[in-house]
């Protein structure tokens, strides 16, 4: 089994340009979600699903839209890309919210 | 306000010292602790859950422990492929996601 699949690894966006980080999973897992990651800083979630068709708002969900049209994927817009959202972002899948995440290996996100 | 304080902040051990990680936590309705290992440009691996007060999980050389206040990770006899990044996050009753500690980074020294 691949896992959660994350891509692209690495990513230099200009201010106010748009893009789509990709997150695929083939576990079947129902709950999926977004985090961000900043140096002296927790893991903070962005965004969640907890099912297709089913998303709702994080911690930090400012600047990023999500969707989830299949169980499969599930994929992070960023609209207009902004410094602050210089990070790296985690994906990670699990059969249940309040149980052990898999986690991508990451993406890492500078806006210049 | 409910928090997650993991402490040290940085660790550095000789090989073969055994020694704890400590997850202090303050949330209400605590229904599980999650500790995670993370090395240098990867993901969190998931490493155990714990779910109520006096109860133990082992893999290896870690051992968690849980308090109703603050988990214990201890490694005992750490090897060098133990240095990692280690994170505490814990699942509230009405939460939707865990909340993670800004980690304990473990170095262990040949």
């Known amino acids: 089994n691949a896992g959660v699949t994350q891509t692209p690894k690495f990513q230099v966006l200009k201010t106010g340009q748009s893009m789509t980080l990709q997150c695929a999973q083939d576990?079947?897992?129902?709950?999926m979600s977004w985090y961000r990651q900043d140096p002296g800083m927790g893991l903070r979630l962005i965004h969640y699903s907890v099912g297709a068709g089913i998303t709702d708002q994080g911690e930090v969900p400012n600047g990023y839209n999500v969707s989830r049209s299949t169980t499969e994927d599930f994929p992070l817009r960023l609209l207009s890309a902004a410094p602050s959202q210089t990070s790296v972002y985690f994906c990670?899948?699990?059969?249940?919210?309040?149980?052990?995440?898999?986690f991508g290996s990451g993406t890492r996100l500078t806006v210049v | 306000e409910d928090q997650v304080t993991q402490s040290p902040e940085a660790l550095r051990l000789q090989e073969g010292e055994s020694s704890s990680l400590n997850c202090s936590y303050t949330?209400?309705?605590?229904?599980?602790l999650f500790w995670y290992r993370q090395d240098p440009g990867k993901g969190p691996e998931f490493l155990f859950t714990l779910y109520s007060a006096g109860e133990e999980k082992e893999k290896e050389r870690l051992k968690a422990t849980l308090t109703k206040k603050e988990s214990f990770l201890h490694i005992t006899a750490p090897k060098p492929e133990d240095s990692a990044t280690y994170l505490c996050a814990v699942f509230q009753t009405g939460a939707n996601n865990l909340f993670f500690g800004t980690g304990t980074r473990l170095t262990v020294i040949p």
């Open positions: 576990m079947n897992h129902e709950y």
């Open positions: 990670a899948s699990s059969y249940a919210r309040d149980k052990g995440y898999t």
């Open positions: 949330v209400s309705g605590l229904r599980g």
